[in-house]
């Protein structure tokens, strides 16, 4: 009987164990690397490890997940007791917003664990500004439904201009993480941007686009 528990209990950390392998993209340089406590009581915290694990919960009472980033940009979890999660993430300086894509309503905002005193009420902006240079060439969507069409299919080129997907061009700017459309006549459309490998997430009031550099 003990041998028949012990192997189950073998089978069981194999099985977990080999929930982080695979085709996974390298997390180590990831935002999302670190500590974050919930705004609410600060007791419930998500640590997400440059190995691709983690933990969440309260102090002595963690879940274990392996996580990694999907292709469209998301946060997918593989939680202990054989579960699977998908999530949008917003990171805004020190500022993490989680939104459940399997519960809506799910929205969660944490704080980074290691964010100086002064800055844990107002999200400071990122250490590393992107270089204008991170985002030239050609983005495309892979969801073509998204409500904002003309934003499926981007090329930034140099001299800060850039082509949408209906053609019409204009200026872009970065400051910081947010990243400005400027159109001849029309009001500037600002966005809050994450760029993670060759996947770029634009996200504002009502957009979430996520677009794939080509080649």
């Known amino acids: 009987m003990i041998k028949r528990l012990l192997t189950v209990a073998l089978l069981i950390t194999m099985l977990f164990g080999l929930m982080g392998c695979g085709d996974a993209r390298d997390v180590s340089d990831h935002?999302?690397?670190g500590t974050w406590s919930w705004v609410e009581d600060g007791l419930w915290q998500w640590q997400f490890q440059a190995d691709g694990t983690g933990t969440r919960g309260v102090t002595g009472e963690e879940t274990r997940f392996v996580w990694s980033i999907e292709d469209g940009g998301h946060l997918r979890l593989n939680v202990q007791g054989g579960s699977r999660e998908s999530w949008s993430?917003?990171?805004?300086?020190?500022?993490?917003t989680l939104d459940n894509r399997q519960l809506a309503g799910e929205t969660y905002t944490y704080r980074r664990a290691d964010a100086p005193p002064d800055i844990r009420e107002e999200p400071a902006e990122p250490d590393l500004v992107p270089d204008v240079t991170t985002l030239l060439g050609k983005w495309e969507c892979q969801d073509d439904t998204v409500p904002h069409a003309w934003m499926c299919l981007l090329l930034f080129e140099e001299g800060g201009r850039f082509t949408d997907s209906e053609g019409d061009t204009g200026?872009?700017?970065?400051?910081?993480?947010?990243l400005t459309f400027l159109f001849d006549g029309f009001q500037p459309i600002v966005v809050e941007f994450i760029l993670f490998e060759d996947i770029l997430t634009l996200q504002g009031d009502n957009i979430n686009v996520v677009l794939v550099r080509q080649s």
């Open 171 to 178: 200026t872009f700017v970065i400051d910081g993480s947010y």
């Open 89 to 96: 993430y917003l990171i805004s300086g020190y500022s993490l």
């Open 31 to 33: 935002p999302l690397v």
